[in-house]
């Protein structure tokens, strides 16, 4: 597989949210609104890709037994770097994702990509894979945080579109029906896509 496609296959074919059922958690809590799936989803990105890097460069010296407690560690300390920085340069979105920041140590989208990619492959290609699995990962929190936001509160990004609010869409039930309509589509557009190949 070139380069090219490990960058944009967690677009769409692959993607974390909703093709693969990856990481649940922090994408049904935090996505009310556009910019707190764009500060999580971004926050996750920066973690997987640099956790791929260093993972995939030492994946040779790491003994089979340890590996999972290696890669936490790897992993955590970027989230802790991440988790600072926020503190440090972007409180109120800090403030308000609160406990998920922490979290990303045990996403199941980094440590997956971790053992079943970044262990397996050279540094180059794991960091395209960590790029392309984390922008598929924001903007599926994106796309549907713009929606929760639009349908509750009538903006995007905080700009008023409309006037009509539904508040379903920034409760949990929103979240669930959203994601729902939204992982059918990309399922469907998958494999439209996949047949044409």
């Excluded at 590996?67 to 503190?87: G, N």
């Excluded at 922008?135 to 796309?143: A, E």
């Amino acid at each position: 597989m070139s380069r090219m496609k490990e960058l944009v296959k967690g677009f769409v074919k692959e993607n974390p949210t909703y093709v693969q059922v990856l990481g649940m958690c922090p994408t049904l809590a935090v996505t009310t609104n556009a910019v707190n799936g764009l500060g999580m989803g971004l926050a996750t990105t920066f973690v997987l890709t640099l956790s791929n890097v260093v993972i995939s460069s030492i994946r040779k010296l790491v003994p089979e037994k340890i590996r999972i407690p290696i890669f936490i560690v790897v992993i955590a300390t970027f989230v802790t770097i991440i988790d600072l920085l926020m503190h440090a340069y972007l409180y109120d979105l800090w403030k308000t994702l609160g406990l998920y920041i922490p979290l990303i140590v045990v996403n199941c989208i980094i440590m997956g990509r971790a053992e079943a990619y970044a262990s397996k492959h050279g540094a180059l290609d794991s960091l395209m894979d960590g790029i392309g699995m984390g922008l598929g990962f924001t903007g599926s929190l994106v796309l549907l945080g713009s929606i929760r936001e639009l349908f509750g509160n009538g903006t995007i990004f905080g700009i008023k579109v409309w006037s009509l609010r539904v508040f379903l869409g920034i409760l949990p039930p929103g979240a669930y029906i959203t994601l729902g309509l939204l992982s059918g589509l990309f399922v469907f557009v998958g494999k439209k896509r996949g047949d044409k190949k």
